[in-house]
């Protein structure tokens, strides 16, 4: 099954071919989540959020989402964060992505300041903007996995361009993609019965060293890691460590979310993880 979601390609690999109606709601599942999530569609919960203060009820896959956002939040120093949707849109990373600065880069607010979360309602004192780009898309991953299991599917690999996520026996190899160059790999691992995920300052980037991966305490895109992967159990874990590794060294991500990870740095310095299941080139 191949299809756009989110803005990017997806696509799902299985045994057999997938009936209609577990397509279906897949494709219901992914919508749902944009409605919640999403900053650049002005009828989303985060789009309202952004508008108005208030008290707001979160989907269910809020706890899990902003306590992982919680735990990095710590790990980095305040650097990783959900409340970077102003610096985004001041960056040009905005809802009609102009990809023009509208101004001076723009710390966001911190998270004691502006947001309150007691597991089910978000209250929000004043507007604040909600990226929930570092982890989103690899929750959104395990999502579509739990509608696949739902549907009778118990082995499959959901892959949303860079963020995979696999259930089943036995393993696949999956190459590290050059930061520089999507034709050539850095390395390769061994993916089992879990997730990987990727990022990359050349992945939606713009202007002179302009893209997405943007420092809470700055307002400025990062620019001394260049490209991370990271594997863990569930594909919300891979993708917030693989942020999180352009924020502050792996030995500082809790060991408790069971994360293997590798990241490059801007001067070419690769590091891996203790137990990493693969190996890099270089």
Known sequence: MRFEGIG??????????LDAATQDAILKRIEAY??????????????????EPGQWQLPAEAGPLLELYRELYAATGG????????????LGYDAGLSLR?????????????????????????RPVSID????????????????LREHGVTEFVVDA??????????????????????????????????AICASATNRRAWGDGV????????????????????????????DGVATALFMTSGERIPRALGAQWARISASGRIEVSD????EVFG
């Not at 929930?132 to 509608?147: F, H, M, P, R, Y």
């Open 161 to 194: 361009s860079g963020d995979i996520l696999r259930r089943g026996a036995g393993t696949i190899r999956v190459a590290l993609e050059h930061p520089a160059d999507p034709r050539l790999a850095v390395g390769v691992v061994e993916l089992g019965d879990g």
């Open 8 to 17: 990017v390609p997806w696509e799902i690999e299985t045994a057999a071919p």
């Open 79 to 90: 650097r990783m964060s959900p409340l970077v949707g102003a610096s985004l849109d001041r």
């Open 211 to 238: 893209h997405h991966i943007v420092d809470a305490l700055t307002g400025l895109p990062v620019d001394d890691v260049v490209a991370t992967w990271a594997l863990a159990p569930d594909a919300m874990t891979a």
């Open 34 to 51: 944009d409605l919640a999530w999403s900053r650049f569609r002005t009828d989303s919960l985060v789009a309202r959020i952004a508008r």
């Open 101 to 125: 600065a509208s101004g001076a880069p723009l710390p966001a607010v911190a998270w004691e300041d502006a947001i309150s979360w007691d597991g089910s309602m978000l209250s929000a004192p």
């Open 132 to 147: 929930i780009g570092a982890a989103g898309k690899g929750q959104l991953c395990d999502l579509v996995g739990e509608v």
């Open 275 to 278: 137990g990493f299941p693969g």
